[in-house]
Structures are given as structure tokens and as C-alpha cells.
Nanobody, 124 residues
Framework: QVQLVESGGGLVQAGGSLRLSCAAS????????MGWFRQAPGKEREFVAA????????YYADSVKGRFTISRDNAKNTVYLQMNSLKPEDTAVYYC?????????????????WGQGTQVTVSS
């Protein structure tokens, strides 16, 4: 069992930055692929970024490529999402997720554990 707790969300002006953190419980964190998803009001949950257990593979949605960076610190059981050049369309609840997988996982259905989400609001 893995429990995930996100933090770092908030209100920021367009062009600003935020860093989200996701702290995981459990001693097997390093064996999980991790991902970030987001859900805006009235929209489906969408993939944002993913990282493999060993940090060798990372993947981003086209909408955030070049602006967001996913990273992880297995010693701290934490995955991060650095978000730069934020836009109003990035406004959403951001969720981290963990998947028992050796490679990066892009599909939400393959994730086994989810956090409760953290709100990110970007004002224009």
C-alpha cells in the first residue's frame, strides 16, 4: 500500500512558477513509476508528466513540454513537478500517482495509487 500526499499548489500570476511535491509512504517507493495528472473544472483528467523508477525515462504532455519538469528523489520518497511560465489554462487540480511498473506509465488506468490532489490557479 502506498499513500501519496501532494503539496505546493496555490495561486500564481501568469508567467510565474510553482513546484509541486508528492510525498509517498512505504519502503518500496523507488520501485514505482510516478506520474502527474490534472483535472480542470468540467474537463476529463489528463496526463501531465511521468517518470520511471530509475529516473532514466521522462515524458511530458505536449501542452507542458519545455515548461514543466518532473523529478524524483527516491531517498526522500518524493516526486516533484516544477512548473514554469504558467498559463491560465494550467489551472486545475493536480494529482500525483504511483504505478507498479518498470517503465514510465502514460495511461491513468494503469496507476495503482493516487493522491488527493492540490489546486493550482493561474490568474491572467
Amino acid at each position: 500500500q502506498v499513500q501519496l500526499v501532494e503539496s505546493g499548489g496555490g495561486l500564481v500570476q501568469a508567467g510565474g512558477s510553482l513546484r509541486l511535491s508528492c510525498a509517498a509512504s512505504g519502503r518500496t517507493f523507488s520501485s514505482y513509476a510516478m506520474g502527474w495528472f490534472r483535472q480542470a473544472p468540467g474537463k476529463e483528467r489528463e496526463f501531465v508528466a511521468a517518470i520511471s523508477w530509475n529516473r532514466l525515462s521522462r515524458y511530458y504532455a505536449d501542452s507542458v513540454k519545455g515548461r514543466f519538469t518532473i523529478s524524483r528523489d527516491n531517498a526522500k520518497n518524493t516526486v516533484y513537478l516544477q512548473m514554469n511560465s504558467l498559463k491560465p489554462e494550467d489551472t486545475a487540480v493536480y494529482y500525483c500517482a504511483a504505478a507498479r511498473a518498470q517503465t514510465i506509465v502514460l495511461v491513468s488506468l494503469r496507476y495503482d495509487y493516487w493522491g488527493q490532489g492540490t489546486q493550482v490557479t493561474v490568474s491572467s
